[in-house]
């Protein structure tokens, strides 16, 4: 009989002592039992001891660009490309120019707050900001927790920034000189697809001619971008995002079903799914046609648009929640509320000018 990878200690975990590169007070190297209570949890930590000890650092003197490394390989492996290359940029772009250099063991907590003060000075989102401020509280949480340091430095941090400016419907105006432009731009009809659909960019970017049909769309994937340019195909950002879309029937005047491109919609003269900076170029031309003076309507956007000409149809809030897409309600309502706001709004304006 083979023998067993990892043997279970009298809890039933799994287990296995690894040298620590130190010595005992007799002079025999020391150990440390590593467990865990699967063979795959354990994996995982033996594999992060492994990484430091090729690393060759001694724990005094490890910098906290080197504990990144360590701490982003067995935390953040398992998630999503593009939230992993979220977390490196916000790393190498906010907290390696000012800490990485140091010693994990000599930081402070004036200096990650004054990482989280000057960005607040320079007017970034405040959802930037708290990002930046829970990577920081996970990365040194890790060390304290791996005991490389005594204590979180980032225990008591305050982030602050500029508050995000809020998503709206396209006015009247917008939406006909937004469906104009749908009809003669090179990009329209992936902007007729965000106004009909209500598709996040990657979804939309994802479609291919199977997923359309007679009646309605499928979605079932969309493109990200980790490395910030070249696509790379996922299943949607949650569960909730895999869904059929009707067709509606306004959208057959400026979106041709029938000519459809093979493969994806979207795509170079290859026929490959299109690069970030190509996505931008084409969009930003299309929006430059259509408002010609300027606008801050973004992609996301028709996504607000879509949920509010939804309500405008009295379609009811749940599944306005399943056609969008939404994983929470929540979301749908807050749209709904900011809906009702502007028709109080309007009504409001139109009893002023009765008589």
Request: glycine share 4%.
């Given at each position: 009989m083979p023998k067993a990878k990892y043997n279970k200690d009298a809890d039933g975990f799994y287990f296995k002592n690894v040298p620590?590169?130190?010595?005992?007070?007799?002079?025999?190297?020391?150990?440390?039992?590593?467990?865990?209570?699967?063979?795959?949890?354990?994996?995982?930590?033996?594999?992060?001891?492994?990484?430091?000890?090729?690393?060759?650092?001694?724990?005094?003197?490890?910098?906290?660009?080197?504990?990144?490394?360590?701490?982003?390989?067995?935390?953040?492996?398992?998630?999503?490309?593009?939230?992993?290359?979220?977390?490196?940029?916000?790393?190498?772009?906010?907290i390696?120019?000012?800490?990485?250099?140091?010693?994990?063991?000599?930081?402070?907590?004036?200096?990650?707050?004054?990482?989280?003060?000057?960005?607040?000075?320079?007017?970034?989102?405040a959802k930037t900001v708290k990002s930046v401020r829970t990577t920081l509280f996970s990365l040194f949480d890790k060390a304290r927790a791996n005991r490389y340091i005594p204590f979180n430095p980032c225990d008591h941090l305050?982030?602050?920034?500029?508050?995000?400016?809020?998503?709206?419907?396209?006015?009247?105006?917008e939406r006909q000189d937004y469906l104009q432009a749908c009809r003669t731009h090179e990009f329209g009809t992936f902007a007729a697809f965000l106004y009909f659909f209500g598709l996040r960019r990657g979804e939309a970017l994802a479609l291919t001619s199977a997923d359309i049909h007679p009646d309605k769309i499928v979605i079932s994937k969309q493109h990200t971008f980790p490395d910030n340019n070249?696509?790379?195909?996922?299943?949607?950002?949650?569960?909730?995002?895999?869904?059929?879309?009707?067709?509606?029937?306004?959208?057959?005047?400026?979106?041709?079903?029938?000519?459809?491109?093979?493969?994806?919609?979207f795509a170079d003269?290859?026929?490959?799914?299109?690069?970030?900076?190509?996505?931008?170029?084409?969009?930003?031309?299309?929006?430059?046609?259509?408002?010609?003076?300027?606008?801050?309507?973004?992609?996301?956007?028709?996504?607000?648009n879509y949920c509010s000409m939804l309500f405008e149809s009295d379609v009811d809030l749940l599944t306005v929640k399943t056609l969008a897409g939404h994983e929470s309600v929540s979301t749908t309502l807050e749209i709904y509320t900011h809906y009702t706001e502007q028709m109080q709004k309007q009504a409001s304006a139109k009893v002023l000018a009765i008589g």
């Open positions: 620590t590169g130190k010595l005992r007070k007799d002079g025999y190297p020391e150990y440390k039992k590593v467990r865990a209570k699967t063979i795959k949890a354990l994996d995982e930590k033996l594999k992060q001891a492994e990484q430091l000890s090729a690393l060759s650092v001694n724990p005094t003197n490890m910098t906290v660009d080197q504990w990144k490394d360590i701490w982003f390989s067995s935390y953040k492996s398992d998630l999503s490309p593009s939230t992993q290359n979220f977390y490196n940029n916000l790393y190498k772009k906010h390696a120019p000012h800490i990485g250099a140091m010693r994990l063991l000599d930081v402070k907590e004036v200096q990650c707050q004054s990482i989280l003060t000057a960005m607040s000075k320079q007017d970034y989102a305050t982030a602050t920034g500029a508050q995000k400016q809020a998503r709206r419907a396209l006015t009247q105006q070249q696509p790379r195909l996922s299943a949607p950002k949650t569960a909730a995002g895999v869904r059929e879309i009707p067709i509606p029937t306004k959208a057959r005047f400026f979106i041709n079903f029938n000519n459809l491109p093979q493969g994806y919609l003269t290859a026929g490959e799914p299109l690069s970030y900076s190509e996505v931008r170029r084409r969009w930003q031309s299309f929006l430059k046609q259509a408002f010609p003076d300027g606008t801050d309507i973004t992609e996301h956007y028709l996504r607000h």
